[in-house]
């Protein structure tokens, strides 16, 4: 078909959207207008881990940036004390105002003082966008009442009593305190323009459902997957190994909420396995990390540890079947249960031979170390049937491949969660899959095209297998660009007393992170324009407490692991960051431990944020200056098109 005809025939289709040409002419016309408006704003964050309630709290704030508006708007009018308690009525509406109703005298009073303060700042917080996008964000029951106060102007004298009479009219209708709902959640929602998460959602933190749950609502976000997270996927998919990996951790960290509470994952028939193989066992190597906050009976510790002394040998002997088959030969050297000298009770690692309790190994079969016992077979059998019945886990892992990635170039960015494979010498690892050699950009593409298969394809059993193999291989594998370590050496930390045996060498990445030229060379390796792009990613945590620098490569990487999860807390000395980009630049906002809900509502206590600027542009950004606008511009270029043939009378105009 001719090029002409095709155009011909996408002009008609686009003519049925826009049938006259003033329609066209209008469309155009508020599409070049979008193009000037100021630039979304983005927020990075990464390694989130379960941490739903400081997470929340990170989007109801916008990272500090919510709390900086409302000091500038009404630093001459409100005391310290009073924003402070203004901030937390944006954050948590229902529950401040349910504080301040046990307290307050004269609600009317206050509802109309605040209701009027909330709708000013959510005039200032929507001024970039335009009141279509806006409108499109408002509760039907409430838009039109909410798109008048928001766009009437109160000083003008022909308009003053009109708008002080819907607001006084909304008090009178007791609709105030849904009105100040809508209106605070709305400044949420457009404080943030776009949301990246650069990957590891789950594992180590309390809820990470209820992190999805959050994320599923969340307006405009995308993902870029974590080796936390494709364990998960893989666990979804029916990948026995994926499954024991997650128990493990779950069973590690005492964290059983999200499995149980969270996806209704059933395991009775694990702890009713542990309690039978395991009871008179010495199961102190497995004995769970638990917070002192928590109040555990120590008949749960016990039954948590033996649980957790029963997958983990599980998950050993499940990862022997996948290490037998895999492209990569290297991970023999992590098939450790077969290399335990079983008279002795010691295994050579890396020349060097250790001790093992032998006590630990007595429901290993010598002579078979690697074979699952009936009893563990109908075990990851039955989790394996809980995993793929749990549609709340189903639903949140399908969002996950709608939304995620291993990798995304956004607005000049690339983002990831943890490396680009390099050798020693910096270049791109060559790495051979399917019997060919992919590196770089390719092979985060062929691993993608891969994973899809193993949760998708139901057709080709084959491929579906191999796909969900290629997902455990990306929680642990020596050429796995989302773990970025040699190897993952579970079994030395669990039964080697000797520390060094527990170090992950890291890939040669991670040793060219501060080389500038580098940097340039993995933007162009996705295209991107290395003078203005950034390299974002998360993965490793930055151990702030001992001098380490988020910014690396001269500014053009900058890595966001800043410990959201308290597991990782101690070792950055922060609790997260966010990377705010708005259209005048770069801003790593630094977050302090968040003390809970709770407190912030009764102390009227925030989160306290720290604020640096990396990058600051002169001349503002604009949507022109963005993905979205290039999209927009090409959509400008097609109705102009129309408006040509319109013009010409090749098409005919449908008169409304």
């Excluded at 826009?18 to 990075?44: C, G, R, S, V, W």
């Excluded at 409100?78 to 308690?85: G, I, V």
């Excluded at 949507?623 to 408006?643: C, E, H, S």
Aim: glycine share 6%; charged share 25%; net charge negative.
């Amino acid at each position: 078909m001719e090029a002409e005809e095709i155009n011909l025939k996408l002009l008609k289709f686009l003519a049925k959207q826009y049938p006259t040409m003033d329609h066209a002419i209008t469309e155009m016309i508020n599409l070049q207008a979008i193009l000037n408006l100021p630039k979304a704003t983005e927020h990075f964050v990464s390694d989130i881990h379960g941490e739903y309630e400081a997470f929340s709290h990170v989007l109801r704030n916008a990272s500090g940036v919510l709390k900086t508006r409302i000091d500038e708007l009404f630093i001459n009018e409100m005391s310290d004390k009073e924003r402070r308690a203004f901030a937390i009525l944006i954050y948590y509406p229902e529950k401040k105002m349910k504080q301040v109703a046990d307290i307050e005298e004269e609600m009317n009073e206050w509802y109309r003082i605040n209701l009027l303060r909330v709708i000013r700042l959510c005039k200032v917080i929507s001024s970039k966008y335009t009141r279509s996008k806006v409108r499109k964000a408002l509760p039907k029951e409430f838009a039109y009442i909410m798109e008048e106060l928001l766009n009437e102007q109160v000083d003008t004298p022909n308009k003053e009593q009109y708008y002080y009479e819907i607001v006084d009219r909304i008090i009178s209708l007791n609709k105030a305190e849904a009105f100040m709902c809508a209106f605070c959640h709305l400044i949420q929602r457009l404080a943030i323009g776009h949301l990246h998460v650069l990957g590891d959602i789950f594992d180590r933190g309390p809820r990470a459902d209820k992190v999805m749950d959050i994320l599923q609502q969340y307006h405009s976000v995308d993902i870029q997957w974590g080796n936390h997270d494709i364990l998960w996927m893989g666990a979804a998919s029916g990948s026995g190994a994926c499954i024991a990996n997650i128990i493990r951790n779950a069973c590690k960290y005492s964290n059983l909420e999200t499995l149980e509470d969270g996806y209704g994952i059933n395991l009775l028939p694990l702890a009713t396995f542990a309690l039978d193989q395991y009871k008179d066992q010495d199961y102190s190597l497995f004995m769970p990390v638990i917070d002192n906050e928590w109040d555990t009976k120590q008949d749960d510790v016990r039954l948590v540890a033996l649980m957790h002394m029963a997958i983990t040998f599980i998950q050993f002997k499940l990862e022997h079947q996948l290490i037998e088959k895999c492209f990569d030969k290297e991970m023999k050297n992590r098939d450790l249960l077969g290399k335990i000298n079983y008279e002795e009770y010691t295994i050579t690692i890396d020349g060097m031979t250790h001790q093992l309790n032998a006590d630990v190994f007595k429901g290993i079969n010598p002579k078979a170390p690697y074979d699952l016992s009936k009893e563990e077979i109908e075990v990851i059998d039955r989790l394996r049937s809980s995993f793929l019945q749990s549609s709340k886990l189903q639903e949140h892992i399908q969002f996950m491949f709608t939304n995620g990635s291993m990798y995304k170039v956004y607005n000049n960015n690339l983002l990831y969660h943890g490396c680009i494979l390099l050798t020693e010498e910096g270049t791109f690892k060559q790495i051979q899959l399917d019997g060919k050699y992919y590196s770089g950009k390719a092979y985060l593409e062929r691993l993608e095209a891969i994973v899809r298969e193993g949760y998708f394809n139901v057709l080709d059993k084959e491929a579906k297998q191999k796909g969900m193999d290629i997902m455990w291989y990306l929680w642990c594998g020596s050429n796995s660009p989302v773990f970025g370590k040699q190897k993952m050496t579970t079994f030395e930390r669990y039964f080697i007393q000797n520390e060094e045996t527990w170090k992950e060498p890291k890939n040669s990445y991670y040793e060219y992170l501060d080389d500038e030229e580098m940097a340039m060379r993995l933007l162009m390796e996705f295209g991107i324009n290395s003078e203005e792009g950034h390299i974002i990613n998360g993965h490793v945590p930055v151990q702030v407490k001992k001098g380490e620098k988020p910014i690396k490569a001269g500014g053009k990487i900058i890595v966001i692991d800043g410990g959201f999860t308290k597991a990782y807390q101690k070792i950055t000395g922060i609790a997260g960051y966010t990377l705010i980009y708005n259209s005048f630049g770069l801003q790593l906002a630094s977050h302090e431990p968040f003390e809970g809900v709770e407190e912030a509502i009764t102390s009227e206590k925030d989160m306290v944020t720290s604020m640096n600027v990396i990058e600051y542009i002169p001349t503002r950004k604009r949507v022109k200056d963005t993905d979205i606008g290039k999209d927009i511009d090409g959509q400008i270029k097609a109705l102009l098109t129309l408006v040509e043939y319109y013009q010409l009378g090749l098409l005919k105009t449908k008169e409304s």
